[in-house]
């Protein structure tokens, strides 16, 4: 059969077709090695605009990782190596242990207390599930319910990556948290302590130990500086606030590298904390104790719910006993605050809180009238043998101003008119009568600041009032009226609008038992921290309130206060007591407040004594005898210097 075509066979015909295959690539590949016309054929593929815009995005991506290289490296280098560095170092804050604080004898009074505080990892607590888990479990954990758990952990603080869920937590409680890791892997137990205060069973000496607790925002914002924590306790009041730059200490720090696990390395550095320093303090809890127990009896008699004692020695202005009636337990504030009883101590209408020994401001009754005495004495005015006629008063115009004893004294000089209180007297020798020139209020009122009134005296507590001494400028501005004699002879015998506190009339009546020097009330003896001792040496406020010979004339007076006047019943007693009575009126409605203060022994003083029992009535019938059982018990144990 003749075909067109000669038919070839196909194993035949591919291979022919492969080798011209063959031939044709080893051709083209030789051409190209020689630069010959096939490299234009493989060049003409890219368009030059194709090439263009290549190049373009090279370069674009070339600036971006080399922007990013500068960026991290040289912009935020620093901060990504200090994140770096946080990764792998860690630092550990290492609290300092608060100081204790002793009375004069040694007992302790305040310590510390071990205990647990429970942390809340913060990735937890961002993440919902993890934080509803929680709740359940910390509620269970901690005996409240998830309602309270949930609203205690909106309110906790935020520290080192870490969320503060609980202080003061129960041994039981923590040992489950450590004993079981693996249950509760998102909590941390930390060992904590917490202020135990002993007080030595007083609880009037609450008010001035006081107590710690958290810092609010406004608190923590100005103290972050000086390296506390948001989660670390501070003092609040009393001495714990005093002296919180020596109680605290310094906590120290330590920083380790961990590896990829977080597992401890090795130890990169270390700085030890320092712990708070140890208070001794004059206090003498025995004393205390004493007195509060006399004010609780006093309380069952007589049914007065409020007091205050201030006990010191004359000779350096140490403070033996400082008694603000009732008192409370401090250790409400130790660890979790029980709320419950804290607004049991605020809603309380004899204000357990409240230190009113050295806050709270009263008419200072005849107490004020020996300052009177040795003011006039010094401007001449009178002299030690100047005598006054007392009828019963004296009237000037439609008003009259009364003495205490009905028909007068008779004719007193400075000293019975100390010992008896004798108002018409000090009206005279204070805003004067007739043709005699008294005082005048502008001279008393100079005389009253020399003596520590009007004014904080600095004592080493928080808290402490300045009193009231008025002017007619005073007056004048706030009350919109001229100032009258009348106001003159009222303040001459400590009424109208003169407040003191009681820390100031002990420490003006220390002034006579020492011969004529004002010293600053202390509550801190010495101090001992690493080892060293320091002594908080007396401080003289005024060196000089009187002449020494005025100083001397009142003196006597006080004496002749026991031995024949208003405080009579302190004779009794086997040592030699000055002193002065007062009862001041504060209300036309209530009793007045019933006052004694003074001295021993009168030779040579080692103690002053000043009581204020609040709506008591008389001083001689009240404040007397509490004066007298004092005397008696600290002279009968012999905590004298």
């Not at 127990?293 to 007589?302: K, W």
């Not at 038992?513 to 001792?533: C, F, K, M, S, W």
């Not at 030699?576 to 009862?583: C, L, P, R, S």
């Amino acid at each position: 059969m003749n075909t067109p075509f000669p038919i070839q066979p196909m194993d035949r015909l591919g291979a022919v077709d492969r080798q011209n295959d063959a031939t044709d690539v080893e051709g083209a590949l030789g051409h190209v090695a020689r630069g010959g016309t096939q490299a234009a054929f493989l060049g003409v593929s890219i368009s030059p605009r194709r090439r263009r815009a290549g190049l373009s995005m090279a370069f674009v991506i070339l600036g971006v990782f080399l922007f990013q290289t500068l960026r991290l490296q040289v912009v935020h280098g620093q901060e990504f190596l200090a994140l770096a560095e946080g990764n792998r170092i860690q630092e550990e804050y290492i609290p300092a242990h608060r100081g204790l604080i002793y009375d004069r004898q040694g007992a302790l009074l305040v310590r510390n207390q071990p205990t647990f505080s429970l942390w809340l990892d913060e990735v937890c607590a961002m993440a919902e599930g993890c934080y509803v888990s929680m709740v359940d479990q910390l509620a269970e954990l901690l005996d409240i319910t998830e309602q309270e758990m949930h609203a205690t952990l909106l309110e906790a603080e935020m520290a080192g990556g870490r969320l503060l869920v609980a202080v003061d937590v129960s041994h039981e409680a923590a040992m489950r948290v450590l004993a079981a890791p693996e249950a509760f892997p998102s909590l941390t137990v930390e060992s904590d302590v917490k202020r135990g205060y002993q007080a030595q069973g007083s609880a009037t000496l609450s008010a001035l130990l006081g107590y710690v607790g958290l810092m609010d925002e406004e608190a923590y914002e100005q103290r972050k500086n000086e390296g506390y924590r948001v989660v670390d306790r501070v003092g609040q009041a009393g001495l714990e606030v005093s002296y919180e730059s020596l109680l605290r200490g310094f906590p120290g720090e330590r920083r380790v590298e961990v590896n990829a696990r977080g597992e401890p390395a090795h130890m990169l550095s270390q700085r030890d904390a320092q712990d708070g320093a140890n208070l001794t303090l004059h206090i003498d809890a025995k004393l205390q104790r004493f007195i509060e127990e006399r004010l609780v009896e006093l309380e069952r008699t007589l049914g007065v719910r409020n007091a205050s004692v201030v006990v010191q020695n004359p000779q350096d202005g140490a403070v033996r006993a400082l008694v603000s009636y009732p008192g409370f337990d401090a250790n409400v504030f130790s660890g979790t605050v029980d709320a419950a009883a804290y607004q049991a101590l605020l809603q309380d209408p004899a204000q357990p809180l409240f230190p009113r020994a050295v806050a709270g401001q009263f008419p200072s009754g005849s107490t004020f009238k020996p300052v009177v005495a040795a003011a006039a004495l010094d401007e001449g005015i009178i002299n030690e043998h100047t005598s006054v006629v007392s009828t019963g008063g004296i009237r000037i115009g439609q008003f009259f101003f009364p003495d205490w004893r009905a028909g007068g004294h008779g004719s007193v000089d400075v000293g019975e008119a100390i010992a008896n209180s004798v108002n018409t007297f000090f009206y005279m020798i204070g805003g004067g009568y007739r043709d005699f020139d008294g005082l005048g209020l502008e001279p008393m009122m100079r005389a009253a600041s020399r003596f520590g009134l009007g004014e904080p005296l600095g004592i080493d507590l928080s808290q402490e009032a300045s009193g009231f001494l008025p002017s007619a400028e005073w007056k004048e501005r706030v009350k919109n009226e001229p100032w009258y004699i009348g106001d003159t002879y009222h303040v001459a015998i400590g009424q109208g609008d003169i407040l003191v506190t009681p820390l100031q009339i002990a420490a003006a009546t220390s002034v006579f038992a020492n011969g004529g020097t004002l010293y600053r009330p202390q509550i801190v003896d010495h101090y001992e921290v690493q080892g060293r001792r320091e002594t908080v040496e007396p401080r003289v406020l005024e060196a000089r309130p009187a002449k020494p010979e005025s100083i001397n004339i009142v003196r006597q007076g006080l004496r002749r206060a026991v031995t024949s006047g208003s405080a009579r019943r302190l004779s009794e007693l086997p040592i030699e007591v000055a002193g002065k009575t007062g009862t001041a009126e504060w209300h036309s409605e209530k009793p007045t407040h019933a006052w004694f203060t003074g001295f021993a022994p009168y030779q040579d003083p080692t103690l002053t004594v000043t009581v204020l029992v609040e709506e008591g009535g008389e001083g001689s019938a009240v404040a007397v005898p509490l004066a007298y059982d004092i005397f008696e018990w600290w002279f009968q144990h012999e905590q004298y210097e």
